[in-house]
């Protein structure tokens, strides 16, 4: 018998809000920008007017602060931004997402097309564009752009 497909894997209306966090090996001049456990994304369906219906998603980063309060981007890209940290948090995006679609492929459901604002150093990063399209080809995943 087939295992059941978890909630976060299932539920296509916030479908990475379970997926929300950033192991990453930081050193200690990092933990005020972006903190361990606290990372989260939503996804903002963008919806066809024909139908009422998603026809894909945008992937939006959001960070809680220590009481739990829900902030926006910009109370943390600018800090992350001067500590060198968008390319880092940009990858952890990508891969969460990656995730994502794998695990809803596997379990033979449909797909979405995602977008995902990526910052300027990591469009300049000559190396992203070759680790994203081998990352996508390890998993099945057709990229578009």
């Avoid at 299932?10 to 005020?32: C, F, I, T």
């Avoid at 026809?55 to 902030?71: A, H, K, W």
């Avoid at 969460?96 to 977008?115: C, E, F, I, K, M």
């Amino acid at each position: 018998m087939a295992s059941p497909v978890p909630d976060a894997v299932k539920d296509q209306h916030a479908p990475l809000r379970v997926l929300d966090l950033m192991n990453l090996d930081r050193g200690a001049r990092r933990e005020p920008v972006i903190e361990r456990d606290r990372l989260e994304l939503d996804c903002q369906p963008i919806v066809r007017d024909t139908t009422s219906r998603p026809e894909r998603f945008e992937l939006l980063v959001r960070q809680r602060s220590v009481d739990g309060v829900r902030c926006m981007p910009s109370t943390f890209l600018p800090q992350a931004d001067k500590a060198g940290l968008l390319p880092e948090l940009d990858r952890w995006v990508v891969g969460q997402a990656v995730d994502w679609l794998s695990a809803r492929s596997a379990y033979g459901l449909p797909t979405y097309t995602l977008n995902i604002n990526l910052s300027a150093p990591t469009i300049a990063d000559g190396n992203f564009a070759s680790d994203l399209h081998k990352l996508l080809s390890e998993v099945g995943i057709e990229g578009k752009y």
